[in-house]
């Protein structure tokens, strides 16, 4: 008899530590510094800040979509239940792209990363991609309950670096070690705390959003959650704490003890030696700083990839099973996993790495799209919720009963959303058209070009129609 259900073995504890892993990534220990050397401290932490309550009102959102409707592929299955199958085809298919591309980028800065220690630069890099892409297919294939693990681990790993830094920063501000206090003098030199004014401002808001790219991958796992309507709130709840304390206080930390005008905070190569984390370490005392933040990257960009098998891997299984991708990659294995579609993502990212090696450039130019891709991916998602709201009122619904739990500060929540990303989307292209760059800010729109194309593309071929409010099935909630 044919499996047709994953199993829920990912328990409360996993979830959280996904959802913590999914805010932690290369983007804030090693494009840290940048984004203080251009904005200064103030701006570098009212950015943070800023898309800091944004992507809270984001998981919110989407924590009372995955409570509704906890199914994995989750993307493809809101958009095409709450708005349209098109927007669910374009979205799921969207989002594959991106993490398809988003895990070998992952997979070979983990070769990069190994380059730094003499021992292993014997082998070429793409070999060791090759190596890191079957471990984290191994920790795929099996169970998800082994991948949970990883994950478990992969981020008690990053945060557990972060507290130590957070600990030893403040220790260092307040010259508790290290000799006399640093204080905060670095907030008051040059045209501090807001270097290069609202242009500064303006470009590190950019960076930050898509720095966070990876958060909303908790929506996923609630099909395979054992108990989604606790893990979900409980792991959103600690969304918001999570931004305010890793990212404003490592923000904050690194503004006191460095200057923004410091060279090394620019970190043109991303050496890991340049790391503001790995600097601060140094000046604390800590013996191979270096090497130690190079493993903890290490792991950063390992989970990071093991995260994208994951998330890909279901939503081909959730694009089929909604007859938007091909059947077999629909069925499971006698494991309960998606195997089908395992094999077809890992098949994609080998091409992937090897366009990398062959193209550099055209690589480059690929992944340059996936911060607009993210975008489009969260809009879609919080008009989700919002058709979900208005439909539980145009059925005159009660939603008490219907929501487990319940998004705060609603619809203010999904206004700021929407305005924020609108701003992303246009802010990206700014620079180019203040320096008219013109076919980079084609490039940059391309993405949005590509959306509308296929969402109108799928909706002429199949017929489809925007579902009406009253339509939406709000009964067969459960799984």
Known sequence: MENNQMDRDLKTRHISMIAIGGSIGTGLFMA???????????????????????????????????????????FNAYASRFIDPAAGFTVGWF??????????????????????????????????????????????????????????????????????????????????????????????????????????????????????GGTEVIAVTAGESKNPSESMPKAIKQVFWRILLFYIGSIFVIACIIPYTDPLLINENNDVAMSPFTIIFDKVGILFAASVMNAVILTAVLSAGNSGLYATSRLLLSLSRDN?????????????MPFNALIVTTCFIILTLIYANVNMGGYG?????????????????????????????????????????KAPLYPLGPVIVIITILFLLIGQSFGDLKSMHYAKVFESY??????????????????????????????????
């Open 95 to 212: 989002y594959w792209i991106i993490w398809s591309l988003v895990t070998s980028v992952d997979i070979l800065s983990a070769a990069k990363v190994l380059s730094y220690w003499e021992l292993f630069g014997g082998i070429h890099p793409f070999i060791w991609s090759l190596i890191f892409l079957a471990l984290i297919f191994m920790l795929n294939a099996f169970s998800v309950k082994s991948f949970g693990e990883a994950e478990y681990w992969f981020a008690i790993i990053k945060v557990i670096t972060i507290f130590v830094f957070l600990i030893m920063g403040f220790l260092l501000i307040f010259g508790i070690i290290g000799g006399a206090p640093i204080g905060f003098k670095n907030f008051v030199i040059g045209d501090a705390p807001f270097h290069n004014g609202v242009f500064g401002l303006l470009g590190v808001l950019i960076v930050a959003g898509f720095s966070f």
């Open 324 to 336: 938007k991708a091909p059947k077999f990659l629909g069925k499971l294995n006698k494991n309960n």
């Open 365 to 405: 130019k690929l992944l340059s799209m996936v911060g607009s891709l993210v975008l489009i991916v969260w809009m879609i998602s919080i008009i989700s919720h919002m058709r979900l709201r208005g439909a539980i009122k145009k059925q005159q619904k009660d939603i008490n009963k219907l929501l487990s739990y």
């Open 32 to 74: 840290s510094g940048a984004i203080v050397a251009q904005a200064g401290p103030g701006g570098a932490i009212l950015a943070y800040l800023i898309i800091g309550v944004m992507i809270y009102f984001l998981m919110t959102a989407l924590g009372e979509l995955a409570t509704f409707y906890p199914v994995s592929g989750a």
């Open 446 to 479: 391309l993405p949005i070009i590509a959306a509308i194309v296929i969402y109108f593309s799928y909706k002429f071929i199949h017929k489809t129609k925007i579902v009406k409010l009253e339509d939406i099935n709000l009964d067969e909630h459960k799984l």
